[in-house]
């Protein structure tokens, strides 16, 4: 069975390529590497010892599209490619709207023509309005608050509305919480370009020695020790929660939604702890001004996805504090760095 995977050679979708390869799919890659370094997946190769056959394409590029859809059978498509900085999609909304909208309406308009009607979907908590106290549920009020978020709101009304005209579609929108940490290899994993935005990497970056210090946006919020709170999830266990929602594609129509998140969450000060403790390095930090737009507490209920995927993270802040830290210290320039460290008895 082959599953076009669009995006494959970013974080998530390189960590999602491995884990399809290793329980026997065929797998096919369209990236435009725009974020993504073509090494990623040549490093999934090597650990599985199989092969991903590899598009540089465009999602916007209909034509080229369509021949990936000629040359192989594709039984289901994993959606992952897109834009994702926030801070980025103020300065540039509609760059955004078109590459992740326009992106994702031209792969729908292919598959459509190609009869391939199973696709998995990258959405993200951020499509949460910021007013939700508690655990996250599906049924929590939505509401994005940036050009980022709002492309996944209205993709997965899209795909709604996909549905609706057409009920042999089946369409699962997995929302992630903040995914981290990297496969146990230490030989694929998170390549920001520039200074991270999100945490973990800054966090590893400053143990590494190429970042002085994290500045943590914030001690006054409501929370335990006044730093911000997450659900942090292992990106191992965030990949193979797409292959629970492959099979249910597989099976069923319909549109459904489902939170990704291990439903624990951790404030900033915890996970700079967790990382010193698994790594043995210090990391210095300073206490800023709140972040603009960032919410005080966020962490997801993910029983649905445990009761109708059958999937649950295992994964705990240590182990995901120990693989990021594995990957950055065998990685220091991510994929730029010419030499794939394999370590003995870690290689899948
Ligand atoms: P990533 O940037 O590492 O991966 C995205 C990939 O898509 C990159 O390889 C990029 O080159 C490719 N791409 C972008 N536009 C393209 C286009 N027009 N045509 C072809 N390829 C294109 O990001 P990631 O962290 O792996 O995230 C994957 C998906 O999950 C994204 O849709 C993102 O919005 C979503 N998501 C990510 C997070 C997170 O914190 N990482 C959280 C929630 C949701
Ligand atoms: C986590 C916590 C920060 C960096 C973002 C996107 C969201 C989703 C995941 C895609 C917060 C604090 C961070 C730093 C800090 N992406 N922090 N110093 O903001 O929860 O979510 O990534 O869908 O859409 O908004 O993640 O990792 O940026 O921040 O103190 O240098 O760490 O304030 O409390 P966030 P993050």
Known sequence: MAILITGGAGYIGSHTCLELLNIGYEVVVVDNLSNSNK?????????????IQFYN????????LEAVFMENKIDAVIHFAGFKAVGESVELPLSYYQNNITGTIILCQ????????????????TVYSPTTSGAISEDSPLGATNPYGRTKLMIEEILRDLYVSDNSWSISLLRYFNPVGSHISGRIGEDPNGIPNNLTPYITQVAVGKLNQLRIFGDDYPTSDGTGVRDYIHVVDLAKGHLKAIDKVMIVTGVEAYNLGTGKGYSVLEMVHAFEQTSGKSIPYIIVDRRPGDVAVCYADSSKAKRELGWVAERGIEEMCADAWRWQLNNPNGYHDVEDKVIIGQGS
């Open 39 to 51: 090494e990623s997946l040549d490093r999934v190769d090597k650990i599985t010892g199989k092969h």
């Open 110 to 125: 292919v598959m459509q023509k190609y009869n391939v009607k199973k696709m998995v979907f990258s959405s993200s908590a």
């Open 57 to 64: 394409i465009d999602l916007l590029d209909r034509e080229n």
